[in-house]
Structure formats: structure tokens, C-alpha cells
């Protein structure tokens, strides 16, 4: 074999290595990257749930309360036994008519 040869052979296998080694590398990478990224919208996610959990038990507790319950019925329209519910109705609107023409 001649030394031109060679090198070429030896460059060939040099360069298919590099991308062999590259493409095994590269595929990991960018998945590592996207699972970063799904787990921070994850974590993102957890942190949302979580202040809602807190919030959903601050209402819980505040429902253990007779108040909190006779203020969400009252605020539907319920009333208690031997009590009258009224409803005041607004009469008809009795706007003036205004002329189609104003004088200037």
C-alpha cells in the first residue's frame, strides 16, 4: 500500500469514527435537554397544585363554619324555617322621551 493510500484509509476511518461517536452523542444530549424542559413544566405544574391544595383547604376550614354556610345560603336565597323571602323588583324604567330633532 502506498502512504497516499494509507493516509486516506487512515483519515476515512478517522472521520467515520468521529461520526459515529457524534451521533451517539448527540441523540442523548438533546434528550436530556427535553426531559430537562418537561421537568421544569412539570415542577412549574406542582407548584400551581400545591397553592391551589392550600387554598382549597383554607375554604374547607372556613366551610366547617356555621357563619361561612348561612352567608353562602343567604347569598342564594335561602332562608330559614318561619322566615319570608322578598324580592323587590325595580319598576319599569320611566326614561323621557327626548325629541328626535333637538333645536340648536
Not at 48 to 71: C, F, H, T
Not at 76 to 102: G, I, M, N
Request: with cysteine; aromatic share 8%; proline share 5%.
Amino acid at each position: 500500500m502506498t502512504r497516499r493510500l494509507r493516509r486516506i484509509l487512515w483519515s476515512t476511518l478517522a472521520v467515520v469514527t468521529a461520526l459515529f461517536v457524534m451521533s451517539f452523542s448527540i441523540l442523548p444530549t438533546r434528550q436530556y435537554f427535553d426531559q430537562r424542559e418537561i421537568e421544569i413544566e412539570l415542577t412549574n405544574q406542582l407548584a400551581a397544585l400545591k397553592a391551589d391544595a392550600v387554598e382549597l383547604e383554607a375554604q374547607l376550614l372556613r366551610l366547617n363554619s356555621m357563619e361561612e354556610i348561612e352567608r353562602i345560603a343567604r347569598t342564594k336565597h335561602y332562608v330559614r324555617p318561619l322566615e319570608e323571602a322578598y324580592s323587590v323588583v325595580a319598576p319599569e324604567s320611566t326614561a323621557s322621551k327626548v325629541p328626535a330633532v333637538w333645536p340648536c
